[in-house]
């Protein structure tokens, strides 16, 4: 068999056959692919995709800062002549489909919230901004929520803190409202048409005063939305 993966990782050449790469694959990107690799999954960057991609030096500043759910690089990746930096790994989760998350319940919901809230500040005092988050990237294990692909994130060396939390709680509140719930329109008798009523202050405390915690995500948002 011939060797179709080759890369440095942790100080390791690493090769991998044909058969061990498509055993290895999770998915792939427009950034790049990502692979298995015991408790790591490590995303190996296109090399005519530039766009939005994290540098090394980047990577290794997110690693020092410790997050419960938003996942930071764990180690890094590079070519198989130790010289050019091609990627970097995160904590490996088994996941569900994402369309789980509507059936969980809302307080099991809003309490993994506060904690990707938690670490939203903890990035907010380190001058770093999530710029984007998508349901691609959520990553629901059947109990606990993580946001798994740090490609999203944007260093504002110069940015305040309570700048850099509004910043963050307003990309959450975009991620709610414009790609996580609306997942309940797979479900016929849980159409998502609009989050008016939260177009004013904070969705997550919104969410807190009008929710019964008993009830499935896909139960409050057809009774928010009908």
């Not at 996941?95 to 809230?117: A, C, H, N, Q, Y």
């Not at 997942?183 to 939260?198: C, D, G, P």
Request: include cysteine.
């Amino acid at each position: 068999m011939f060797v179709m993966l080759k890369f440095y990782y942790n100080g390791e050449l690493l090769e991998f056959t044909d058969d061990e790469e498509d055993y290895m694959y999770l998915n792939e990107g427009a950034e790049g692919i990502v692979y298995k690799y015991g408790d790591d999954a490590i995303k190996i960057y296109k090399p005519t995709c530039f766009r939005s991609r994290l540098n090394e030096e980047q990577c290794v500043r997110l690693g020092t800062i410790s997050t419960k759910r938003i996942l930071m690089p764990k180690g890094i990746a590079y070519s198989d002549d130790c010289k050019t930096f091609i990627g970097y790994s995160t904590p490996f989760i088994y996941k569900f489909p994402v369309t789980r998350v509507m059936d969980m319940k809302m307080g099991d919901f809003v309490s993994e919230l506060d904690v990707i809230t938690e670490d939203l500040d903890i990035l907010s005092q380190n001058g770093v901004l999530i710029d984007d988050w998508h349901a691609d990237n959520v990553l629901y294990d059947g109990e606990q929520l993580f946001i798994g692909d740090p490609g999203g994130i944007v260093f504002q060396y110069r940015t305040d803190y309570q700048q850099a939390k509004r910043n963050n709680m307003f990309t959450l509140s975009c991620f709610l409202k414009g790609d996580l719930f609306p997942l309940a329109r797979l479900s016929k008798k849980a159409r998502v048409n609009t989050w008016s009523v939260f177009e004013d202050y904070d969705m997550l405390e919104q969410m807190k005063d009008t929710m019964n915690s008993d009830e499935t995500v896909k139960k409050y948002v057809k009774r928010m939305t009908r």
